[in-house]
């Protein structure tokens, strides 16, 4: 099957900082990808809605400063977390779709971020 | 809008017992379904799917069947293992969509 590839696993920064995560589609072309938070022992809710070259859609509730999102290319989705806080610490998925039509989605293995 | 509604767990189970875990959904038109199983500390991983009513998927012994008339896709094993230890989503994809409406996952511990 097709492989999304998240970077990093885990990362620890301080308050105040802010967190790159990347997410690339290895063998596959992905114009569209999604990014997902997950908090400790609760399903996940989606964050964003990635297009290759254009804006972010936002889910309700989400701060589009806070979390940017950028699609630069058909292989690559970036979600950057600005000036984190602790409440940011959480469990971040990303997933992509093959081009042409819904069948499936591939998630990329999460990326644990502390902000202590 | 859509939903999905897992039983809750954790799920303990010896090992070799028979497992299933409900999920019954919400959706408007004709949503594909799927199960997903999350190991610790690892991202999620696709377990079955199926796109249309009275559709069965299956892998690794896990089956579920997508019932239009009780709009649910419940996932059985005959006989689990340790290593099934997991987390496991039910979700549906929204056609117009293309995201995951994922339930609360259901926790599952197999006891040796």
């Known amino acids: 099957g097709a492989v999304v590839s998240q970077h990093p696993s885990w990362v620890i920064c301080k308050s105040g900082t802010s967190v790159k995560i990347e997410c690339r589609s290895l063998?596959?072309?992905?114009?569209?990808m999604f990014w997902y938070r997950q908090f400790p022992k609760q399903s996940l809710m989606l964050m964003a809605t990635?297009?290759?070259?254009?804006?972010?859609?936002?889910e309700q509730g989400v701060e589009k400063d806070k979390f940017l999102i950028n699609h630069a290319s058909l292989t690559l989705s970036t979600l950057t977390v600005t000036s984190a806080h602790p409440e940011d610490s959480s469990f971040y998925i990303c997933?992509?779709?093959?081009?042409?039509?819904?069948?499936?989605?591939?998630f990329g293995q999460g990326t644990r971020l502390t902000v202590v | 809008g859509n939903s999905v509604t897992q039983m809750e767990g954790p799920v303990t189970l010896s090992e070799e017992a028979f497992l299933t875990i409900n999920c019954t959904y919400t959706?408007?038109?004709?949503?594909?379904l799927f199960w997903y199983v999350q190991y610790p500390g690892e991202g999620l991983q696709l377990l079955l799917k199926?796109?249309?009513?009275?559709d069965k998927g299956s892998n690794k012994g896990f089956e579920a069947t997508y019932r239009k008339e009780t709009t649910s896709f419940h996932l059985e094993k005959g006989s689990v293992q340790v290593s099934d230890s997991a987390v496991y989503f039910c979700?549906?994809?929204?056609?117009?969509?293309?995201?995951?409406?994922f339930g609360s996952g259901t926790r599952l511990q197999v006891q040796p």
């Open positions: 990635s297009n290759e070259g254009s804006k972010a859609t936002y």
């Open positions: 997933s992509a779709t093959l081009a042409g039509g819904f069948t499936e989605a591939f």
């Open positions: 979700a549906l994809s929204d056609p117009g969509r293309r995201a995951l409406t």
């Open positions: 959706a408007t038109g004709y949503p594909s």
């Open positions: 063998d596959f072309q992905a114009t569209t």
């Open positions: 199926a796109t249309k009513a009275d």
